[in-house]
Nanobody, 126 residues
Framework: QVQLVESGGGSVQAGDSLTLSCVFS????????LGWFRQAPGEEREGVAA???????SYADSVKGRFTISKDNAKNTLYLQMNSLKPEDTAMYYC????????????????????WGQGTQVTVSS
């Protein structure tokens, strides 16, 4: 059974940093593309960052240079290091996984992903 559990969200000031974690089970990161997504109230879910099974990464333009996605295959954990946070980063953050061995040309598209966590809230105040 596939399971993803996010943690690390919170309320911070603009300019602060946070690290989100996503512990997953039921699959191995060596075979799956993993991603972080976010959804603000009244907005559509959007891709933030993704990391493929070979370690290649993709980022939304809005977070390039500020956020870093990484994974620890041995610990079955996905991370999102978020620096220089802005109020517009406020959202519920979700981690997600593609089915094993699936290759996608759009790793930041939520529609590609099959498995989702419950989310962790990030609130950034000015």
């Amino acid at each position: 059974q596939v399971q993803l559990v996010e943690s690390g969200g919170g309320s911070v000031q603009a300019g602060d940093s946070l690290t989100l974690s996503c512990v997953f089970s039921g699959f191995t990161a060596r075979r799956n593309c993993l991603g972080w997504f976010r959804q603000a109230p009244g907005e559509e879910r959007e891709g933030v960052a993704a990391i493929d099974s070979d370690g290649s990464t993709s980022y939304a333009d809005s977070v390039k240079g500020r956020f870093t996605i990484s994974k620890d295959n041995a610990k079955n954990t996905l991370y999102l290091q978020m620096n220089s946070l802005k109020p517009e980063d406020t959202a519920m953050y979700y981690c997600a996984a593609l089915s094993p061995w699936v290759v996608t040309a759009t790793p930041l598209s939520p529609n590609e992903y099959n498995y989702w966590g419950q989310g962790t809230q990030v609130t950034v105040s000015s």
